[in-house]
């Protein structure tokens, strides 16, 4: 729903309660700049922090771009949840890695809209859980346009590796093999090591010289 000049004033004015709610219910999509910024403050298998959901698990029919064709089929990368609770949530409700949060977290629940010159012509909460919030904080313009702006070249930036993705993993099916591993869509962003070559190819290179008198 569009808000006028006084609904921005009044959300401008939006303070977080830390309830924790948006840590819980709604899945967090990560672009591969999060996740190498989680990698390198935690020092954790990237496979450990992610899982891949497909179209019933999240509400993204509106954002195909943000599928990747992955071995199990499209999926979109999203930050890992435990019973519930996203794995960087501790037991006192507060995030663990709150300096190092992927930006979909820094932003939430705030939507705002700039025009071309940089004038907020709207702000809107995103609606994805039960967000009990007050509204006697203060929010900065500035900071507000410099974390949408970020945000947006992020995702952009990533998405940009997804169609990339996506158009690798076409050819490949076009060549008559099968689309890639989770495992290998991470190493195509660079958030983990490419697999080494496999063992068949290292017990060649073991093999004997040729040698003609045996022939
Ligand atoms: S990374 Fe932190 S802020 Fe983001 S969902 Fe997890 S606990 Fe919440
Ligand atoms: S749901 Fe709203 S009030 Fe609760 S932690 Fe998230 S942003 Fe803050």
Redesign the pocket.
């Known amino acids: 729903m569009g808000l006028g000049e006084m609904s921005i004033a009044k959300l401008l004015k939006f303070r977080?309660?830390?309830?924790?709610?948006?840590?819980k219910e709604p899945l967090l999509p990560l672009t591969d700049e999060d996740l190498g910024r989680l990698v390198s403050h935690t020092g954790t298998d990237p496979m450990q922090l992610v899982k891949f959901v497909s179209k019933d698990e999240i509400d993204m029919d509106h954002e195909p771009e943000g599928f990747a064709s992955l071995r199990q089929g499209k999926r979109v990368m999203v930050l890992k949840h435990v019973l519930g609770r996203c794995i960087y949530l501790g037991p006192d409700d507060r995030c663990s890695v709150y300096e190092e949060r992927p930006l979909g977290c820094r932003v939430?629940?705030l939507d705002p809209t700039f025009s071309r010159s940089g004038k907020l012509v709207r702000l809107q909460l995103i609606q994805a859980?039960?967000?009990?919030?007050e509204l006697d904080g203060h929010n900065s313009l500035r900071t507000l346009a410099s974390l949408n702006q970020s945000y947006d070249g992020a995702m952009l930036r990533y998405r940009t590796k997804i169609a990339d993705w996506n158009r690798l993993q076409r050819r490949r099916k076009r060549q008559g093999q099968t689309a890639q591993s989770a495992r290998a869509f991470l190493a195509f962003l660079g958030v983990v090591a490419p697999r080494k070559p496999a063992q068949a190819s290292s017990a060649r290179r073991r093999l004997p010289p040729f040698d003609p008198s045996t022939t």
Do not use: W
């Not at 977080?16 to 840590?23: P, S």
């Not at 859980?129 to 919030?133: D, G």
């Open positions: 977080c309660t830390g309830c924790g709610n948006c840590c939430f629940p859980t039960e967000c009990p919030y």
